[in-house]
């Protein structure tokens, strides 16, 4: 008996060679006998392709979203100089007499009032 199950296992791998070697490998019955597999690969693939898909498409509004970071950034240093050079005495004094709003700049420091 167990020399006919070895003869019938030397004939299958002889006609799984002759097979490989003849390109039909992937017959139909490759595909009846393994289906749960050759579905599973497939599934595989397909869950490859759309993560890969999903990780692009993340990169690529990081990227968009750093870059308008940047531009933020940019608008930031440049309101912030805006903003420092119109709070110099020089450029008050300058806005004052330019607006005709009759105010004078002090000519001395503030000070602080005690109370007794």
């Given at each position: 008996m167990?020399?006919?199950?070895?003869?019938?296992?030397?004939?299958?791998?002889?006609?799984?060679?002759k097979d490989?070697?003849?390109?039909?490998?992937?017959?139909?019955?490759?595909?009846?006998r393994y289906w749960f597999y050759v579905v599973f690969v497939v599934a595989m693939?397909?869950?490859?392709?759309?993560?890969?898909?999903?990780?692009?498409?993340?990169?690529?509004e990081v990227i968009t979203l750093k870059a308008e970071l940047d531009d933020s950034r940019t608008d930031l240093v440049k309101a912030s100089a805006d903003y420092n050079s119109l709070i110099r005495e020089s450029e008050m004094t300058k806005l004052m007499h330019q607006h005709h709003l009759g105010l004078s700049a002090p000519l001395e420091p503030p000070y602080e009032?005690?109370?007794?």
């Open positions: 167990s020399n006919k199950n070895s003869n019938n296992a030397a004939k299958s791998r002889k006609k799984a060679g490989f070697v003849q390109g039909r490998i992937f017959s139909l019955e490759f595909f009846k693939a397909l869950a490859y392709i759309a993560n890969k898909f999903l990780f692009q498409s993340s990169m690529q009032l005690k109370s007794e």
